[in-house]
């Protein structure tokens, strides 16, 4: 048993900035486009997380993107990318911008902030195929990754942030253990919940979680339905338990961070 707890930080659903363009459904976990919130900018390198439906055949015009490192998680339909590197590619489940395909694109785009001198780096391009419970995404100077543009294991950025996506079962339970990393111990982490039931920009429903930690000072926990997130605030030796108690398989992504 730990000697410490992690801190839980709901950041529920409808405390999200939201928009709805008719061709582009989305929620904003921080500050982005014209919702701004001085509370919820940023947390460690995690910059932007856009929870997204993008209709059939609709999409983002060109538009640069400069100082950011960022990625996609697609969760249904097919995404097609395209860029000024000449990457063409559509990207269906399970990859980590125009909507492909008879059916709306439903994905998530995260930014992460560079590391320190990193940020104006020859752009780079990588696609990765996932399954289940994995690391998506980690450093590029990480042991774990791969700097070949398609090839197994996480994606590398060059942020100190490390991504995992889990799909649970009803009533299963998974650990995520204190692990220290290559660059040292992460300090702090974020949870998300994917409203992967259907766009509901209203009281949160769905499938549940619960996250919790335990120690010899007591426990934390709390409830998550879809669309839910919470900050994670790691202090000393930790472990974080995510439990599925709704009906349904539940999709989250978690994220430790410096």
């Given at each position: 048993m730990c000697n410490n707890l992690v801190q839980i930080i709901p950041r529920w659903s409808t405390d999200r900035g939201q928009a709805n363009h008719?061709?582009?459904?989305?929620?904003?976990?921080?500050?982005?486009?014209s919702y701004h919130d001085p509370t919820h900018s940023s947390f460690g390198a995690l910059r932007v997380i856009n929870e997204d439906r993008v209709a059939?055949?609709?999409?983002?015009?060109?538009?640069?993107?400069?100082?950011?490192?960022?990625?996609s998680y697609v969760v249904g339909g097919q995404l097609e990318h395209q860029d000024s590197m000449g990457n063409t590619?559509?990207?269906?489940?399970?990859?980590?911008?125009?909507?492909y395909g008879p059916e709306e694109v439903h994905f998530l785009q995260i930014w992460a902030s560079p590391r320190p001198g990193d940020g104006n780096k020859q752009p780079a391009y990588f696609t990765r195929n996932i399954i289940?419970?994995?690391?998506?995404?980690?450093?590029?100077?990480?042991?774990?990754?791969?700097?070949?543009?398609?090839?197994?294991?996480?994606?590398?950025?060059?942020?100190?942030?490390?991504?995992?996506?889990?799909?649970?079962?009803?009533?299963v339970s998974l650990v995520h253990e204190?692990?220290?990393?290559?660059?040292?111990q992460p300090k702090k982490g974020y949870i998300h919940l994917i409203q992967t039931s259907g766009y509901n920009p209203g009281k949160p429903s769905g499938n549940a979680v619960r996250i919790s930690s335990k120690s010899s000072a007591g426990d934390s926990r709390v409830e998550l339905r879809e669309g839910d997130g919470a900050y994670l605030r790691y202090e000393?030796?930790?472990?974080?338990?995510?439990?599925?108690?709704?009906?349904?398989?539940?999709?989250?992504?978690?994220?430790?961070?410096d």
């Amino acid at each position: 048993m730990c000697n410490n707890l992690v801190q839980i930080i709901p950041r529920w659903s409808t405390d999200r900035g939201q928009a709805n363009h008719g061709w582009l459904k989305t929620f904003h976990t921080f500050s982005f486009a014209s919702y701004h919130d001085p509370t919820h900018s940023s947390f460690g390198a995690l910059r932007v997380i856009n929870e997204d439906r993008v209709a059939s055949g609709t999409g983002f015009g060109t538009h640069s993107h400069q100082h950011f490192e960022i990625f996609s998680y697609v969760v249904g339909g097919q995404l097609e990318h395209q860029d000024s590197m000449g990457n063409t590619e559509v990207l269906s489940r399970g990859s980590p911008a125009k909507a492909y395909g008879p059916e709306e694109v439903h994905f998530l785009q995260i930014w992460a902030s560079p590391r320190p001198g990193d940020g104006n780096k020859q752009p780079a391009y990588f696609t990765r195929n996932i399954i289940d419970s994995v690391t998506v995404v980690a450093p590029d100077n990480s042991p774990l990754v791969s700097l070949s543009r398609d090839d197994k294991g996480p994606a590398p950025i060059r942020s100190q942030l490390w991504m995992y996506a889990s799909l649970i079962d009803p009533g299963v339970s998974l650990v995520h253990e204190h692990v220290e990393k290559e660059q040292g111990q992460p300090k702090k982490g974020y949870i998300h919940l994917i409203q992967t039931s259907g766009y509901n920009p209203g009281k949160p429903s769905g499938n549940a979680v619960r996250i919790s930690s335990k120690s010899s000072a007591g426990d934390s926990r709390v409830e998550l339905r879809e669309g839910d997130g919470a900050y994670l605030r790691y202090e000393g030796g930790h472990d974080l338990k995510v439990t599925n108690v709704g009906q349904g398989v539940a999709e989250v992504l978690l994220f430790d961070l410096d």
